[in-house]
């Protein structure tokens, strides 16, 4: 398989791959979760299963249009259809879990509930983002911009597993993650995080997270510039072509995330890890694309 | 005075003001360095000592041709350059600090040297980067990326004090500084600074840092764009049109310095705060043109 490139190449090859991913939607109100799964359906890469008010969703015509593919569960309000949605994805009847307008906060209970939940004991959830900016010329994946504040080793070797994996899935036969940090130098006593990034490395070359390269700590300029990594005589595998990155705390990866979308024209799609099936859970400024785009993410 | 709204009205306003800071330039043996005090003596808002080698730099015919402006402090090394260079400073004999070839860490243990160095007892030694990005209408300042890891509550009221003085020199009449973060939630328990961003805030109503607009928390999306601070329900006086951006620790403020760069085709300036005069410190990798807009930023 030739490494995807960007979200159009996404979605051709799932148009093309055809079969269908089962997607539970949860509480579709809004306007913008209706037209991306409508696109989805077009594309025909989803099946999808509306939790919430019927009625609503079919006052949208573009629906309407697919309704072959579409079934239909019936929830009072939005906590009934976060708990019924995530219900369905545990007895295996959903391939992904999808938010609509409802709480983040709301749908992250139900899906961390210790009876109910999707998230199996000992697994870590995080977030991948996938970004395809205009001035990089292949997509570039990180986490984690929105779930965990301050990543633990653990979770990072967690994070650095889920990025490899999925950049795998995307034709990518040995990503190159690159551990980012304000500086190059590892330094005990002022960037605590850098000690931990040696044995990441060391891991990751013993083959814990699968075939990947990983590299660190360096700033995003030597991950992705190989003119930057030569201008600051830096030598490192990563080889200023990064596939992933992996950021020292959520205030760097949201940043970059926020920054990219507003000053940079990216594009961006993203899911949680971590849960026995993907969940797409865009935020409330997301556009339609953003939401298509993250159900690509998802089905791949 | 109009604002200065982007570097070449910066230089063009430094040309028509036409009074001469004094750049004391230690152990300029680099191309880059030369070039960009000969663009400075050129325009006419520097006169320069350089303090290093002088058959060195002259050895640069830019430079020869600017003879009348140049006087020269010779110096068998770096470490000597640097502390020669400081003195003159300390001394009055110099208006501005400019680094050339040599490490930061040795510039730095100049001007902090409890005897002889520049920084008075009790300031705050922080980084200001004054950036022009395609993407939006103005110059946006921010602190800090490169010297202040993880601020404590007063570093970061020294910080907004700077910005304010520093945009207010632009012509801004009441900068708009927003507090980033994440979250736009005060959340005690999981983003302790977030706490400390409310009396940054009340301080700034009582005055303390002279006219401007301080609010936060909020990320650079809702304090840069209107539409995306509208799409959030978010009210802010920053009104998506912030002047001026604290960063909540060096690892989001340094990825924002770096995206800019590498993916926005932003521009840069950047001086060092706090010292009895301010100083430029490049990085290895600034352009001459980068370091042309630092000088200027520390001559206004």
């Not at 545990?90 to 109910?116: F, Q, V």
């Not at 983002?129 to 997509?139: D, F, G, N, Q, V």
């Not at 995003?220 to 950021?247: Q, R, W």
Request: proline fraction near 5%; charge should be neutral.
């Amino acid at each position: 398989m030739e490494a995807i490139k960007n979200f159009d190449e996404l979605i051709d090859h799932l148009r093309i791959r055809g079969n269908r991913k089962r997607v539970a939607v949860v509480w579709p109100e809004d306007q913008a979760t209706q037209m991306a799964v409508s696109r989805a359906l077009e594309v025909g890469f989803i099946d999808s299963v509306m939790v919430g008010c019927k009625e609503q969703c079919l006052s949208n015509k573009v629906l309407m249009r697919h309704s072959d593919n579409i079934t239909f569960v019936e929830a009072a309000d939005s906590d009934e259809a976060a708990a019924k949605a995530v219900k369905l994805v545990r007895d295996g009847n959903a391939d992904i879990l999808m938010k609509g307008m409802l709480n983040t906060d709301n749908l992250l209970r139900a899906i961390l509930n210790k009876e109910y939940g999707i998230l199996p004991k000992g697994n870590v959830l995080t977030h991948i983002t996938a970004s395809e900016i205009p001035a990089y010329p292949k997509l570039l994946f990180f986490s984690d911009s929105a779930v965990i504040p301050y990543p633990t080793l653990d979770q990072r070797a967690a994070q650095i597993k889920y990025l490899a994996y999925v950049a795998r899935a995307f034709g990518i036969a040995q990503p190159k993650i690159a551990l980012l940090h304000c500086s190059e130098k590892v330094d005990e006593r002022h960037f605590p995080f850098t000690v931990g990034f040696k044995e990441l490395i060391a891991r990751a070359c013993n083959g814990e997270f699968g075939p990947c390269i990983v590299d660190g700590p360096m700033d995003v300029k030597t991950a992705c510039s190989y003119k930057s990594m030569l201008k600051k005589h830096i030598e490192s595998p990563i080889n200023g072509e990064a596939d992933a990155l992996l950021f020292p705390d959520i205030e760097a990866a949201n940043m970059f995330y926020k920054t990219i979308g507003l000053f940079c024209g990216a594009s961006t799609a993203a899911v949680l890890q971590g849960t026995v099936a993907p969940v797409v859970l865009p935020s409330r400024g997301d556009s339609i694309m953003s939401k298509l785009y993250s159900l690509a993410l998802a089905a791949l």
